[in-house]
Structure formats: C-alpha cells, structure tokens
C-alpha cells in the first residue's frame, strides 16, 4: 500500500495514542488522567480527532456517562496493532540469548587471524552459544567494503581498511613480525648477511614475490631469493619445518605454532612496520544486540591471547 503522505500530515499521529485511550476508557476525565494530560488539552484532542476522522468517537449517553462510537469501536483493534507495531519497531530493543538463539554469523577473515582467535571464539561458542555457527568466508580485502555493503558478511577482521563514513570499525590488537626458522637452526640472531643469503617463503595476497621486505632491502641495496609464495599463512609453518627456509610472520601465530611444529623466532635484522588488527561492520549493525554479541566475543578472545 502505497502511503499518502499528505493525508498523514493533517494526522498528528499522538492522537493515535489518545484514540486508543478514550476508545478504553469511554471517559474524557479518565483518559486525561491516565495520559497525564489536563481535562481541556484532552478534549482538544478529542475535538481534533473529530475532525480528522469525522467521527465523534464519544457520545454522551448520560449525564456522567460516554459511549464509544460503533465506528471507533470498529477500528480500535487495528489503532492498538498499530501502536503495538510502533513501539515493537521504535522503542523495544531488540533481545539476543545466545544460549537459545539460531543465528549464522558471517565472517571475512584470513587464516592467520582464524588460527590466532578463533580457538577461543570457538570454545566459548560451544559452551555459551551451542546454536550459533560461524562461518569464515575468503573474501578478498578489495571486496570486504562492498560484500559488508550488500549484507553478505557481518563482519571483518584483518588489517585495517580505508573504509567509508558508513563503516564503523574497532582496534584489537597490534601486531608486528618475527623471521621464523626451523629449531636446528643454529643462529640465536640473523643478521641482514644472513636474512638475503637465505631462500624464503612469502605471504602474499597479491599472487607475486615481493613484500615490504623487498622495498626495504631495495634501499639499501639489496635483495633477497623468494622461492616459494602462498596466500596462505597457515601452510608456511609446515613448509620452515622440512626445509631451511625462513619467513616473516605474525608474532602472535608464530608463538603458537612454534613449540608444536619445532620452529625458532629470530628477531628481523631491520625495522619491519607491523599492523593494527580491527574488525571493521557496516553500521545497520552497530546496535544490534546479536551483532553486539559477537563483536564482544571476538573482543574478549583478544583480551585472552
């Protein structure tokens, strides 16, 4: 139904809520008291109603005694649905049990942030949430802004994003780098001789070999032999272990693969920028209670770390 919006505007729609007050009580002074209004601004709101609907919704049948109207009677269910709605859609926010609750949540991240957090997002759900899945999805990061944007993910986690004034984002933690080698390594520090004579791994998400390690050695002048690259950050510990390459990897997910997987961190031989993980969501969600939910979920996994 299409609406008429310049009826709607000869309709104050507080009068609804009067409607459906005196339509209850079939008294002026009752009604009044009820709305906390004085007796003379409620039968001028009643003079109005009048007007609007052509109806006069009370008649005296007595001296002490109104009568609803058969024609205010009529439509008194339909005033009360729709205060009911306005109230359900405006005023009552909406509740989230995540102990009852089935949802399935949508979250583009990489493996790297899956591995670092989802151990303990994971271990909560199952305790706390036993009905809501997760589920990760490999959306490229030139892609997240729109896939967020058209409602196909809820969430994003990962490096942070130039993102629109529609975005709204939250830090979690900061990250920095550590070159990894296999633990029969016997170097205790690898100096920058050591670093460009050795054959290594890269991640990269850009399907080539080079890497903001490459611009720094670059200016100084030197280079380094890249044999093999992934866009895969969880493959890379399997790789260090078999073979006497090296890589730069996320702190945080190289201290847990580390004993595990007989790996030893070094120190990189230069200044390498970390980054700042966020999770980045679209504002139609930033006040809704389940969306609160998961964002405090992953929160409380970083405070856990």
């Keep these: 139904m299409t609406l008429d919006y310049a009826n709607l505007r000869q309709l104050d729609l507080n009068l609804l809520l009067v409607l459906d007050i005196l339509i209850a009580e079939a008294s002026v002074t009752q009604a ?28 005296r049948v007595s001296q002490r005694q109104m009568e609803v109207t058969p024609y205010a009677r009529e ?11 306005i109230q359900a859609t405006l005023l009552v926010k909406e509740t989230f049990d995540p102990a009852t609750t089935k949802v399935d949540f949508r979250m583009a991240t990489n493996d790297y942030v899956e591995a ?20 990760i999805c490999s959306t490229k990061k030139d892609e997240v802004l729109a896939a967020l944007d ?3 993910i809820d969430l ?77 950050f969880m493959s890379v510990p399997f790789l260090l272990a078999r073979t006497d390459c090296v890589a730069l990897l996320p702190k945080r997910m190289a201290e847990q693969c580390a004993k595990a997987m007989g790996l030893k961190l070094l120190p990189p031989p230069m200044d390498i920028t970390g980054f700042t993980v966020s999770m980045v969501w679209h504002q139609r969600h930033t006040h809704s209670s389940q969306h609160q939910w998961l964002r405090e979920q992953v929160a409380q996994a970083i405070q856990a770390l």
């Design 32 to 59: 009044a008291e009820r709305l906390h209004m004085s007796q003379s601004a409620m039968s001028h709101a009643l003079k109005r109603l009048r007007k609007v609907l052509n109806d006069p919704i009370l008649i």
């Design 75 to 85: 439509i008194s269910g339909q005033v009360r649905q729709v205060l009911t709605d």
């Design 116 to 135: 670092t957090i989802g151990g303990q997002v994971l271990s909560k759900l199952m305790v706390d949430a036993p009905q809501v899945q997760i589920r």
């Design 150 to 152: 058209a409602n196909r």
């Design 156 to 232: 994003f986690i990962g490096a942070e994003l130039d993102r629109k004034p529609w975005h709204d984002q939250q830090a979690l933690y900061e990250e920095e780098f550590v070159c990894v080698v296999r633990s029969e390594n016997p170097l205790t520090e690898m100096s920058l001789t050591d670093y460009v004579a050795r054959s290594h791994i890269l991640v990269s998400l850009r399907d080539d070999f080079l890497g903001i390690v490459d611009r720094r050695l670059a200016e100084q002048q030197q280079a380094r032999s890249v044999i093999w690259s992934t866009p895969h």
